[in-house]
């Protein structure tokens, strides 16, 4: 069942390959203001633009990714308002070639202030399944907080820079503290871009 209420929600986006609206970087500005002309979404913020190696490395390389993530509030359900950006990924040209493949827009709903969706038995299954396989039971399925969030800085460090102090429903932690638990080449490999 569907649960509606005012949702402050962060919702990550990447892309590292051109598509209709450009370069990886036109994809994110043409994609964060397509999200503020949405009625179902009220702009607040957007992060800095981050630049970082693709994961995981292989050979040939793929081209490095750009990301950003953007505040907004929402009257949508959580699942609803995922349903719209998947909406959005396919009006720029997003094709779906499995885990870890290169994409002109990749949105996801990284947080959603101290909510966890689904139940947090459910989700706690569903990180250990990740850790465990490195797959989610189906690409779609919505988990928030994002599983991989905690670990990823591409997409923890542009949600610290809106949301710092909100506290992750799970780990019980701000996640600004989260960022201190990543690698350091992680951090260090995250760009601010100009």
Known sequence: MAMVSDYLVVIGLGSNLSGPQGAPRDQLEVARAALSNL???????????????????E?????????AAVLCRTQQSLENAMTLLLELELDFGRVRDGLWSSRSLDLDILAAEQTCYPLLEEWQIARRQWEDTGQREAVGSLYVPHLRLA????????????????????????????????????????????
């Open 59 to 67: 050979t040939p390389p793929k081209p490095d990714y750009v990301n």
């Open 151 to 194: 670990d990823r800085a591409f997409a923890l460090k542009p949600l610290v820079d809106l949301a710092g102090n909100w506290v992750h429903p799970v780990l019980k932690r701000p996640y600004k503290d989260l960022i201190g638990d990543l690698p350091h080449a992680d951090i260090a490999d995250l760009k601010v871009l100009a």
């Open 39 to 57: 009625s179902d979404f009220e702009f607040i913020k957007q992060s800095p633009f981050y630049t970082s190696p693709a994961w995981p490395v």
